[in-house]
């Protein structure tokens, strides 16, 4: 069974540029969730999504949307990059919906805002 | 707030020797404490726990909740080389700051 991807790998923006950043879950897994990883501040949780439905959302500012589609699919968006945004972007899958579940995560996107 | 701390930050061994991994946590509707181990990128599912005093094993590694104390170890027996990772817990909307391993040969 093919695992999570997440594709772009790596991905170099500017300031003020926005972004979107895409998730393909494991085959039959509904539940996607989506993490900011950084040094700073560790792993922080930004959404959940299953069956279309945000379900679960974290303390982030409302550049950062997100959107899942009826493949399970998912899509996230970063509008009005700031520096503050270079991070790895982590996506995870689940079977069963809630984050309360083991997830699979992907190999991630590393962003640099310049 | 939601807090998960753990302990300690980095940890440094030899091959052979056995180690635990504290997590304590501060939630305010308590489902499930999720361990996590992390090597280059994406981190690895290890164990969910969910009910107190039982302790879950796969292999070197076991790991046990103690929800009267708010908290769960991670042990790891007859560490190799292989072991060194970030080790993460969570609850799970909340991952603690992970612990550093690292096993010397």
């Known amino acids: 069974k093919a695992g999570v991807t997440q594709t772009p790998r790596y991905l170099i923006k500017t300031r003020g540029q926005q972004v979107t950043l895409s998730c393909s879950p494991i085959s039959g897994h509904r539940s996607v969730s989506w993490y900011q990883q950084t040094p700073g501040q560790g792993l922080q949780f930004l959404f959940e999504y299953f069956s279309e439905t945000q379900r679960n959302k974290g303390n982030f500012p409302g550049r950062f949307s997100g959107r899942q589609f009826s493949n399970s699919r998912s899509e996230m968006n970063v509008s009005t990059l700031e520096l503050g945004d270079s991070a790895l972007y982590l996506c995870?899958?689940?079977?069963?919906?809630?984050?309360?579940?083991?997830?699979?995560f992907g190999p991630g996107t590393r962003l640099t805002v310049l | 707030e939601d807090k998960v701390v753990q302990s300690p930050l980095s940890l440094v061994v030899h091959e052979g020797d056995t180690v635990t991994l504290n997590c304590s946590y501060e939630v305010t509707n308590f489902r499930s404490l999720l361990w996590y181990k992390q090597e280059k990128k994406a981190p690895t599912f290890l164990f969910m726990l969910t009910s107190s005093g039982i302790e879950k094993k796969s292999g070197r590694l076991s790991s046990i909740l103690d929800k009267k104390e708010l908290s769960s170890i991670l042990n790891i027996t007859a560490t190799q080389t292989g072991d060194s990772a970030i080790y993460l817990c969570?609850?799970?909307?909340?991952f603690g700051a992970g612990t550093i391993l690292r096993v010397k040969s």
């Open positions: 969570a609850v799970p909307l909340v």
């Open positions: 995870a899958s689940s079977s069963l919906a809630g984050v309360n579940n083991e997830q699979f």
